[in-house]
């Protein structure tokens, strides 16, 4: 079954500083970006349950369509439309291991974008595994 999921991670400043379509959907032309204004929007949402929730996974804050976007308080965002709340997670923490594997290294600006092939084949990878 094809799935449709759209990963970023979002900087303290709201910046995109990595994102990658990860479904097996097959790409429309303007879906990226339908994606990123949805994962935007969500945002919002994300910052009023801060305030309220003391839970670091909040899965389906939103819903749009048949698409759903869940959030790890690390600023780390997916957009799908899948039911797998088990898969969503663990590919929250592998990729929250891979991330602080990268804010770790000395000569990587924090918030600013994520160009490392090496990391961007790994989330694929995951999500593969778990989406």
């Not at 097996?24 to 032309?29: D, R, S």
């Not at 997670?89 to 991330?99: A, D, M, N, P, S």
């Not at 000569?107 to 490392?116: A, D, E, K, Q, V």
Request: charged share 20%; hydrophobic share 45%; with cysteine.
């Amino acid at each position: 079954m094809a799935t449709t999921a759209c990963f970023m991670i979002v900087s303290r400043n709201d910046i995109p500083i990595y994102e990658a379509e990860v479904g097996t959907a097959p790409k429309k032309e303007d879906a990226a970006h339908q994606h990123q204004f949805i994962l935007h929007a969500a945002l919002d949402i994300v910052q009023d349950l801060a305030w309220t929730t003391s839970a670091m996974f909040l899965k389906a804050i939103d819903r749009f369509n048949d698409l759903a976007v869940s959030f790890i308080h690390t600023r780390l965002m997916l957009l799908h439309d899948s039911r797998n709340d088990d898969g969503i997670k663990t590919f929250f923490q592998e990729v929250h291991e891979l991330y602080i594997k990268i804010l770790l290294n000395p000569l990587y600006l924090p918030g600013s974008r994520i160009t490392s092939s090496q990391f961007d084949t790994k989330v694929r990878a995951l999500a593969r595994k778990y989406l």
